[in-house]
């Protein structure tokens, strides 16, 4: 006999089974192994070693979230059911990954699998030792991330929220030192910067430095929110703005180094009636004249033919997941998880009526209802421009 409390939980999955033959057939997604369909961004733990200022994370840990990290068994799990249909993994998405003390034991099992691309967004504060080598012994991990945001003490600390500037420096140049002891090229240094204000004055200094120290693109970022409202942000000095990015190219100009910038802000990016930046305008006109970094930072404007005239493919090709195992379709977490890869195997974590919902909406024409926070407002097609760039690509 069936017990009483089985039968709300059966008769719920007969209304799904049903939903998915009929009103929500073209929003199931099942995909093959073999098509490697996935760009994942995956959080091991939910905590950070900094206080930058305009991050979220002051106000995450105010909120009273227990500290998690996710254990090595979690791990495999996740990765033994999501990994094999993966083609670019970012392995850190919101914190800080060398916190979690299986970090080492992870990396090393990244390779395993397979994934064409691996990177990893680090501060580098503990970005040495046993966690060092593992990364640049790791066959997957092609690029490291370093975030900082000055080149002097001061400027450091101020954003940055702690005075960790000297040993963010001296991991870098430890981490150098034993890729070119192991005689490897990748995995690639980065520098993610976030222009701002407060540090506008150093980003040629810190270009300067990068060269010298041989790392292998720069990347600068618009603060966000990027508007006038945000004291940071550059819309209110853009011709300051406008000489700095002058001045970063000519300390690029022939340099190995590549870089990634946002474009001068001139008078076409600004509404004239209403004196309002123009997001469509940076979209469509994302690269720098003295940009050289590389192509799969920009073109937005590629095709996704799959699956076809979709505002956003994210609901079919992005999986963000957490260090509980929650799993959302793109960086806008809710509080409700569209599904648990650690709880439920892939097919039903991507297909629960939340995705289903969702994707029905996108494949009608009404993701303005439930994606009104998203600031793109051209079809979204990252995941795919990543997928062309994977097949593409000429340097890995």
């Not at 980003?203 to 006038?228: C, G, S, T, Y």
């Not at 011709?239 to 076409?268: F, K, Q, S």
């Amino acid at each position: 006999m069936i017990g009483r409390n089985r039968i709300p939980s059966l008769l719920r999955k007969g209304a799904k089974r049903a939903l998915c033959r009929t009103l929500y057939r073209k929003a199931v997604y099942r995909p093959e192994a073999s098509e490697r369909p996935f760009l994942v961004r995956l959080d091991i733990n939910n905590t950070c070693n900094l206080e930058c200022k305009q991050c979220f994370y002051a106000d995450y840990k105010r909120s009273g979230v227990a500290p998690r990290n996710l254990s090595l068994d979690e791990f495999k799990r996740i990765a033994d059911r999501l990994f094999p249909y993966t083609y670019v993994l970012q392995f850190a998405c919101a914190f800080e990954p060398t916190m979690n003390p299986d970090f080492p034991a992870m990396v090393r099992l990244l390779d395993d699998y397979g994934i064409y691309d691996v990177g990893t967004v680090t501060n580098a504060t503990l970005l040495d030792g046993e966690r060092a080598q593992a990364v640049a012994e790791s066959r997957s991990i092609s690029s490291v991330a370093v975030s900082i945001d000055g080149i002097s003490p001061e400027t450091y600390e101020k954003i940055r929220g702690r005075p960790l500037l000297g040993k963010v420096l001296a991991n870098i140049a430890g981490f150098q030192e034993i890729k070119r002891q192991l005689g490897k090229e990748r995995p690639y240094i980065k520098l993610n910067t976030v222009v701002m204000r407060s540090n506008l004055h150093e980003l040629p200094a810190l270009m300067k430095w990068a060269i010298e120290h041989e790392i292998d693109e720069v990347q600068f970022f618009h603060v966000e929110p990027f508007d006038r409202s945000t004291e940071e942000s550059v819309l209110n000095v853009p011709d300051e703005y406008n000489r700095i990015h002058d001045a970063i190219g000519e300390v690029a100009a022939g340099a190995r180094t590549r870089l990634m910038i946002p474009p001068p802000l001139t008078p076409e990016y600004f509404d004239r009636a209403t004196g309002l930046y123009l997001w469509g305008r940076l979209e469509e006109n994302l690269r720098s004249a003295i940009d050289t970094a590389e192509l799969d930072s920009f073109y937005c404007d590629l095709s996704h033919p799959y699956p076809e005239n979709v505002h956003c493919i994210c609901p079919w090709m992005t999986l963000m997941v957490d260090a509980w195992g929650r799993v959302y379709p793109c960086a806008h977490r809710r509080d409700v998880a569209y599904g648990n890869i650690l709880d439920q195997p892939l097919d039903e974590a991507i297909n629960t009526m939340r995705f289903l919902k969702l994707r029905r909406a996108m494949l009608q024409g009404r993701h303005a209802a439930y994606c009104h926070f998203c600031k793109p407002q051209h079809p979204y097609s990252d995941p795919m421009k990543r997928r062309l760039t994977r097949l593409l690509s000429s340097d890995r």
